[in-house]
């Protein structure tokens, strides 16, 4: 079955550093994989996507990230941390169909 | 741009009632989902919804849940006797094709509250 662990339930960085977050999945066949952003009081918003086009993905708000098969891995990235980056970060995996399998999300903290 | 609504933001309900909680997916989707975050849990598929049947469901969709497109714009989740462990914050989604790779966009969550 698939599963997605996310390594770090809050991380903190401060404003203009690295952003990494981690997310590690299971499956059985390639998978498409999905890195949400939820902001306070709102929805889940796609930052990115991997299809299987490229292994390197861009996002949106500068939000990049890589597909690793051989480490089972699709770790979220920014070069420099942005007070507005402050949300909780979702990382999906859908096999078959439509059902999307999420991680426990983390909790980004920018410090100032 | 087009998005996913949901309403009522919040909803307070007593044990054993039914509720009702309501979505306007974006116009031209054709696939429609519900998911639900129990607090300090993960984000939960509960179903999917295309042609006026349900595609999927997970073991958390039993005889107590059911959805409903009414009309041509609302989708709609309804719990028949709302338990405790139905408080929650449910998502509905939306999506413009039923493939892995469609990205699903969601609507800002609906909080449930069962006392």
């Known amino acids: 079955a698939q599963s997605v662990t996310q390594l770090g339930s809050h991380v903190s960085v401060s404003e203009g550093a690295l952003v990494l977050l981690r997310c590690n999945y299971s499956?059985?066949?390639?998978?498409?994989l999905f890195w949400y952003v939820q902001y306070p009081n709102q929805g889940l918003q796609l930052l990115l996507k991997y299809t299987s086009a490229a292994t390197l993905v861009k996002g949106i708000n500068g939000f990049e990230a890589e597909f690793k098969k051989s480490e089972t891995s699709f770790h979220l990235t920014k070069p420099s941390a942005h007070m507005s980056d402050a949300a909780e970060y979702f990382c999906?995996?859908?096999?078959?169909?439509?059902?999307?399998?999420f991680g426990a999300g983390t909790i980004l903290r920018v410090k100032s | 741009e087009p998005e996913v609504t949901q309403t009522p933001s919040h909803q307070v309900t007593q044990m054993g009632q039914e509720v009702i909680l309501r979505c306007v997916p974006i116009?031209?989707?054709?696939?429609f989902y519900w998911y639900r975050q129990i607090l300090g849990q993960k984000v939960e598929f509960l179903v999917s919804f295309y042609n006026n049947e349900i595609s999927e469901k997970s073991e958390i969709f039993d005889d107590q849940f059911s959805v409903e497109r009414p009309d041509g714009s609302n989708f709609t989740l309804k719990i028949r006797s709302t338990k405790l462990e139905d408080s929650a914050m449910y998502f509905c989604?939306?999506?413009?094709?039923?493939?892995?790779?469609?990205?699903?966009?969601f609507g800002p969550g609906t909080r449930l509250t069962v006392l």
């Open positions: 989604a939306s999506s413009e094709g039923g493939l892995a790779a469609d990205t699903q966009y």
């Open positions: 116009s031209n989707h054709l696939y």
């Open positions: 999906a995996v859908s096999e078959y169909g439509n059902k999307l399998v």
């Open positions: 499956s059985s066949v390639p998978p498409y």
